[in-house]
C-alpha cells in the first residue's frame, strides 16, 4: 500500500473507532434501559439475557475500541503500555469478549430447547436459573481469559517520529509456543465454535417451527393466530436466516485473520502497524466487522421487535407510561427468541354464577 492509502486509512480508524464509541455506548446503554424498565413484550429470561448482554457489550467497547484500539490511533504512548497494565487489558478484552459470544450461544440454545420440551420450559423460565446461568457465563468467561493476561509482555522498540528516533515501551505477543497455543484456543472458543453453534441452533429453530406448523391446517392456524401464521413463520425464518448470516459475516473474517496473524506471523519481528504488507490491512478491516456486533444489537431490537419500537416511540415523546402486554395478535419475531409465558386458562368445568330476582332499591 503506498503512502497515500497508508494515510487514508490511517484516518479512517482514527475516526470509525471514536465514533463506533460515541454511538455504541450510548445505545448499549439505552438499550439496557429499554429492556429493564420498560414493558416490550419480552419474557423474564429473555429480559435477563438480553440485558446481560447489553453490559458485556458495552464492557467490551470500553476495553477494546475506546481504552485499546482509539488510544493506539491517537495517542502515541497509550498507558496500557506499561506493567501490569499490558496483561491486564488482554484478560478484560477477552473477558468481555467470551461472556458477549457465549451469552448469544447460551440464549439460542436455551430458545430452542424450551420450544421442544415443556420440562425445559417450567426450568428455564425460572428467573433465578437465567440470572445464575449469566453470572455463570461472565465468571467463567474471565476465568478462561486469565491466561490471555501472560501472553504480552513489554518490551523497549526504537521509534521514529517526526523524523526522530526514540525508544518507548511496547505491549506485544510474546514469541513462545505456548501464545500461539493460547491464541488457536481463545480463537476457536471466542469466534469459531459460538459461530458454528448458532448457527446449528437457529436452523433447529426454523426446523421445529416448521414442523410444528404443520401439525395445524392453514383454517385451523388462522382460527389459533387471528392471521397467516404460514406467512409470519416465513417471515420469521427469514429473520433467523438474515441475523445468523450478519453474525457469520461480521465474525468471520476476524476469525480467519486472526488465525493467520497469531500463527504464521506470530513472532517479535513482525511489524502490525506496516500497512504494505496485505494482511495486516485484511486484518484490521476484520477488527472493523467484527466490532460491529457489539453496537447494532439496538438497531436489530428495533427491526425485529414491534413492542421495542413502539416504547421507544414511547420515550421519545416522554409518555411515562408502559405499555400492557400485547395479545397473542402482537407477537413478532422477537419472541421466537423470548417465548412469554402466558397464563394456564381457567378449567372448563369451573363452576357460572348466576344473579337473578334482582330487584331495583330506593
Known amino acids: 500500500m503506498e503512502g497515500a492509502g497508508v494515510t487514508f486509512f490511517v484516518t479512517v480508524q482514527k475516526i470509525y473507532y471514536p465514533l463506533l464509541c460515541l454511538i455504541g455506548i450510548p445505545a448499549n446503554l439505552f438499550t439496557f434501559y429499554m429492556i429493564c424498565f420498560r414493558k416490550c413484550g419480552m419474557s423474564n429470561t429473555a429480559i435477563i439475557y438480553l440485558s446481560c448482554l447489553a453490559i458485556v457489550d458495552t464492557l467490551y467497547l470500553v476495553w477494546v475500541i475506546l481504552v485499546d484500539l482509539t488510544l493506539t490511533f491517537w495517542l502515541l504512548q497509550p498507558f496500557w503500555h506499561s506493567q501490569p497494565w499490558c496483561g491486564i487489558l488482554g484478560?478484560?478484552?477477552?473477558?468481555?469478549?467470551?461472556?458477549s459470544s457465549w451469552i448469544v450461544v447460551v440464549f439460542t440454545i436455551e430458545r430452542y430447547l424450551v420450544l421442544r420440551s415443556t420440562a425445559a420450559k417450567q426450568h428455564f423460565s425460572q428467573a433465578r436459573v437465567t440470572k445464575l446461568t449469566c453470572v455463570a457465563i461472565v465468571l467463567v468467561s474471565h476465568l478462561v481469559s486469565v491466561p490471555l493476561g501472560w501472553i504480552n509482555t513489554v518490551t523497549p522498540v526504537n521509534l521514529t517520529v517526526h523524523g526522530e528516533n526514540m525508544t518507548q515501551p511496547r505491549c506485544h505477543y510474546r514469541d513462545k509456543v505456548y501464545t500461539t497455543v493460547i491464541v488457536w484456543i481463545t480463537t476457536f472458543l471466542s469466534g469459531g465454535i459460538p459461530i458454528v453453534l448458532v448457527i446449528i441452533f437457529n436452523y433447529l429453530i426454523g426446523h421445529h417451527l416448521c414442523r410444528a406448523t404443520n401439525l395445524f391446517t392453514k383454517e385451523e392456524l388462522r382460527v389459533m393466530h387471528g392471521r397467516s401464521t404460514r406467512a409470519m413463520l416465513r417471515r420469521t425464518i427469514l429473520v433467523l436466516g438474515t441475523v445468523s448470516v450478519a453474525f457469520v459475516v461480521l465474525s468471520l473474517p476476524r476469525f480467519v485473520t486472526y488465525c493467520i496473524l497469531r500463527t504464521q506471523y506470530n513472532d517479535e519481528n513482525f511489524d502490525r502497524n506496516?500497512?504494505?504488507?496485505?494482511?495486516?490491512?485484511?486484518?484490521?478491516?476484520?477488527?472493523?466487522?467484527?466490532?460491529?456486533?457489539?453496537?447494532?444489537?439496538?438497531l436489530l431490537y428495533c427491526m425485529v421487535s414491534r413492542r421495542f419500537r413502539q416504547e421507544l416511540v414511547h420515550v421519545a415523546?416522554?409518555?411515562?407510561?408502559?405499555?400492557e402486554l400485547g395479545s397473542v395478535l402482537t407477537h413478532t419475531t422477537m419472541k421466537v427468541?423470548?417465548?412469554?409465558d402466558h397464563k394456564a386458562s381457567p378449567p372448563s368445568d369451573s363452576?357460572?354464577?348466576v344473579?337473578?330476582?334482582l330487584k331495583l332499591t330506593k
Open 91 to 99: 484478560f478484560l478484552q477477552y473477558g468481555s469478549l467470551y461472556s
Open 274 to 298: 506496516d500497512y504494505s504488507i496485505p494482511i495486516n490491512v485484511a486484518g484490521d478491516l476484520a477488527n472493523m466487522l467484527q466490532n460491529l456486533n457489539s453496537t447494532t444489537n439496538f
Open 317 to 323: 415523546t416522554c409518555k411515562v407510561k408502559a405499555l
Open 351 to 353: 363452576a357460572t354464577v
Open 337 to 340: 427468541f423470548s417465548v412469554v
Open 355 to 357: 344473579l337473578t330476582n
